[in-house]
Nanobody, 122 residues
Framework: QVQVEESGGDSVRPGGSLTLSCSVS????????LGWFRQAPGKEREGVAA??????HTVYSDSVRGRFTISQALNAVYLQMNDVKADDTAMYFC?????????????????WGQGTLVNVSS
């Protein structure tokens, strides 16, 4: 069983930066894709970024492209958030994906964590 755990969420001012971390543990040899998604109250889940663990290719949603960067280490995946704005406020989750992308139906999310809260406010 693969386990993921997010950390790094915090309050940040608009235009600021924040880096989220996701620790990946367990039997990870079959993990081909890791992703970040977020959900704000009253809104649908939104995939923001994903990364292929083998080749390192990345995918971003239009709303974060150019501002966020997903990267990986041996046992972790990160989301660097730059130039954040109020609409970025949400619970951010890390997930193991069966299909690599940002617009991924829930059934393809194999494992996800408890989330870490990002609050963008002045």
């Amino acid at each position: 069983q693969v386990q993921v755990e997010e950390s790094g969420g915090d309050s940040v001012r608009p235009g600021g930066s924040l880096t989220l971390s996701c620790s990946v543990s367990g039997d990870t040899k079959s993990v081909g894709c890791l992703g970040w998604f977020r959900q704000a109250p009253g809104k649908e889940r939104e995939g923001v970024a994903a990364i292929y663990t083998s080749g390192g290719h990345t995918v971003y949603s239009d709303s974060v492209r150019g501002r966020f960067t997903i990267s990986q280490a041996l046992n972790a995946v990160y989301l660097q958030m730059n130039d954040v704005k109020a609409d970025d406020t949400a619970m951010y989750f890390c997930a193991v994906l069966r299909v690599c992308g940002t617009n991924v139906p829930r059934k393809y999310l194999e494992v996800w964590g408890q989330g870490t809260l990002v609050n963008v406010s002045s």
